[in-house]
């Protein structure tokens, strides 16, 4: 598996247009926020909801690999099983977050940042018990989200379906 695999993966499950005011992200198309439009194209302002409607598919994957691989350094991820994980954790919660994560299921200093520490922990760890600590604590972030915040229950179910396939995905099941 590829990194243009682990895209489409994503792109399953962030499909096209929507708009929801229930949604924090406000418009967004193939998965990407007006706001993360607007910084990709240097608007100094987020994009407005027709920029986003009218975002290509190849234009939301370059800003995929570009925003939730290759900056947060999860390139290094050698197993592709693991590396899925991070980054469609990366699209929903944050990079950052996604490497607070990993690192915390390394046990390793979690500073949010890829760096020879981290790289040296996932050189010994095994990846299938990384992912699936790195899935619990999506999990937890899933529960935490909806109990700080109800409105957001009504996308509950669609949040635990995809960290439910994705844990079967990955064997992790």
Not at 33 to 42: I, K, P, Y
Request: one cysteine or more; charged letters at 20%; glycine letters at 10%.
């Amino acid at each position: 598996m590829n990194d243009n695999d682990i895209i489409d993966h994503v792109l399953k499950y962030e499909g096209g247009y929507v708009n929801n005011p229930n949604d924090k992200g406000g418009a967004t198309n193939f998965g990407i926020t007006a706001a993360t439009l607007g910084s990709w194209r240097h608007l100094l302002v987020p994009a407005t909801p027709a920029e986003v409607m009218a975002m290509p598919r190849s234009e939301a994957q370059a800003i995929y690999k570009a925003r939730y691989i290759d900056a947060p350094g999860f390139g290094a991820i050698a197993d592709d099983r693991l590396r899925m994980v991070v980054v469609d954790c990366a699209v929903l919660y944050g990079p950052k977050r996604a490497t607070l994560w990993l690192q915390t299921a390394l046990g390793v200093s979690a500073d949010g940042f890829i760096g020879p520490a981290t790289l040296g922990a996932l050189a010994g760890a095994d990846p299938l018990a990384v992912a699936k600590a790195v899935i619990g604590y999506r999990y937890q972030r899933i529960r935490d989200r909806v109990a700080a915040d109800p409105s957001q229950m009504i996308f509950f179910d669609g949040w635990m379906n995809r960290t439910n396939d994705l844990l079967k995905l990955v064997g992790a099941a």
